[in-house]
């Protein structure tokens, strides 16, 4: 079992909740994922990091699946301008590889906002750490636990 894998077990477990990780064949979208547990494209929480400008720190916006990030939007909440994330700050601050960013069991805080369409379904999907392993949870148990705002910030 992978490190990060292990990581975001520890972390459900702290929140007092069993994991229920499952492993998928490699989803390098949200449609992958969402076709490979059988859920609603929206019910896949994608983890989208942005560079705080002004920080320098990794900022994470939880989004539906089919949903895209408004730039202008996740600024305002961020309340600074955002740039590219690159691959070094991410695995710095969260300890995952893109493609696998988990919303919680990062090695550092991150500043975290939740897309409000995710809090209209009963369970949502969330990377566990890996491209191929994913975890059921409500919405508002993810924003518990990932410290998230939800907040609207898509387009």
Known sequence: MSK?????????????????VRRTELARTA?????????????IAKS?????ERSGEAILFLTAG???????????????????ADAAL???QTGFAIGGV????????IRA??????TEFDEIWAAAGTPNHVFPVSAATLARIANAQVADFTS
């Open 31 to 43: 449609a992958d994922a969402a076709r490979a547990v059988g859920c609603a494209v929206d019910q």
């Open 4 to 20: 990060s894998l292990k990581r975001v077990e520890k972390a459900l477990r702290a929140a007092g909740i069993e994991p229920r």
């Open 48 to 52: 989208i990091i942005f560079r705080g």
């Open 66 to 84: 089919g949903n895209r990030v408004d730039a202008d939007k996740a600024a305002a909440l961020a309340g600074e301008p955002l740039g590219k």
């Open 90 to 92: 991410v695995r710095r």
């Open 113 to 118: 906002f939740l897309d409000p369409r995710l």
């Open 102 to 109: 988990a919303p919680i069991g990062h090695l550092n805080p």
